[in-house]
């Protein structure tokens, strides 16, 4: 009898979901016009359509819950704990400490933030001088309307338990994405890869070239290494979606022309404290490092990360040293082409062809006679 009444009552409740899928259904294709409007935001570096201040969203449901064929699997779903309400999202959403965000409203916190990113940096971008420009946190600092965009950003490492640890792999590559845009603007990387054509290409390099002596670069190339490591890490299983792809591209021209415009000296011996860029960083640790206006000296007992940040130093990726200058670049460009390409989604093999030329154009602004090319591929 109570297998018979837990069956009946399994049946009521999935008969009248209709309605309640429904809505389910509503808030999952707000959310996809939302994700549409944020990426091509970034693609077009233009401010978004929708204005990020003014959305409040239910994060969608788990994927799961649209798959099942039965009232039984459906209230075993249920019984498991899989949620059927949402979290309501605002883009100042500001985690409570130890609260574990389920990955549908992380997706969607992170997203409506990277919305405001993209407002603010459009918004912004006239009226900052040259290096508030090249790092976007400092133009965001002194503007109401954005100073708690990397506070907010920042807590979600820190305050909501687990949260980027346990993340699915785009959100976690979206955390990433959103640290790195702020320490470094990414329209004067797409110049510098010949968006704009040659003269803009030269005079963006040359504001790049200033830009990788700051603590907002290195902790920009820090999160695109991580980026790095996600995508080459990821399961044969993971979908890639276009936050994703666009951000690996961004994440190789940061890494890329960080490392160009380095001067070459900076090589990894054994009596260096020499950072591996792919191994795991205790972000609660970073915190703020790299995008404060405070002067940071490390202390004592920082970590490498830190320490990286703070006073730069030799790094290698895969456990190979690079030096700065072309060859390193060009390996560096080269290695995430290759997978990106093997990632056979959206726009993943135009952007892999943009860097395999960018590898070659580079030669135009070293001056090098490509000598020992054949041995960096």
Not at 140 to 159: C, G, K, N, T, Y
Not at 219 to 226: D, P
Not at 230 to 242: A, G, Y
Request: with cysteine; hydrophobic share 40%.
């Amino acid at each position: 009898m109570e297998v018979l009444g837990k069956g009946r009552m399994c049946e009521a409740v999935y008969q009248a979901l209709p309605k309640t899928v429904q809505s389910l259904m509503i808030n999952r294709i707000i959310f996809g016009l939302i994700e549409a409007d944020c990426w091509w935001a970034g693609y077009l570096s233009t401010t978004p359509m929708i204005r990020p201040e003014n959305v409040q969203i239910l994060s969608p449901s788990d994927y799961s819950l649209y798959h099942v064929n039965s009232a039984s699997k459906w209230f075993h779903l249920v019984q498991r704990g899989t949620p059927i309400d949402s979290n309501k999202i605002t883009p100042s959403f500001h985690p409570t400490p130890g609260l574990k965000l389920d990955p549908s409203s992380f997706r969607s916190l992170l997203t409506l933030l990277l919305l405001r990113i993209y407002e603010s940096n459009d918004r912004l971008a006239n009226g900052a001088a040259t290096q508030k420009q090249m790092e976007p946190w400092r133009a965001f600092a002194e503007d109401p309307r954005s100073r708690d965009i990397f506070p907010l950003l920042v807590s979600l490492s820190s305050s909501s338990t687990d949260a980027l640890r346990t993340a699915d792999l785009n959100s976690a590559v979206l955390w990433h994405a959103s640290c790195m845009v702020l320490g470094a603007n990414m329209r004067y990387f797409e110049f510098a890869a010949g968006r704009a054509g040659p003269e803009p290409a030269v005079s963006a390099l040359e504001d790049i070239s200033a830009w990788s002596q700051t603590a907002s670069a290195r902790r920009s190339v820090l999160h695109a290494a991580h980026i790095y490591k996600l995508l080459i890490d990821r399961k044969v299983s993971d979908i890639v979606n276009p936050h994703s792809v666009v951000a690996l591209f961004h994440a190789a021209l940061i890494l890329g022309l960080y490392i160009f415009t380095l001067p070459p000296t900076n090589t990894c011996s054994m009596n260096e404290d020499c950072i591996e860029l792919l191994d795991i960083a205790d972000w609660m640790s970073i915190s703020q490092s790299g995008f404060t206006s405070t002067p940071q000296s490390p202390s004592a007992g920082a970590s490498q990360a830190v320490r990286f940040i703070c006073n730069g130093g030799p790094f290698s990726i895969t456990g190979i040293a690079l030096e700065g200058g072309y060859l390193a670049a060009r390996r560096t460009l080269l290695h995430c082409a290759d997978l990106m390409e093997g990632m056979g989604r959206w726009k993943s093999r135009t952007f892999s062809q943009i860097l395999h030329i960018m590898s070659d154009d580079l030669t135009d602004f070293d001056g090098t006679d490509g000598e020992g090319e054949g041995d960096e591929k």
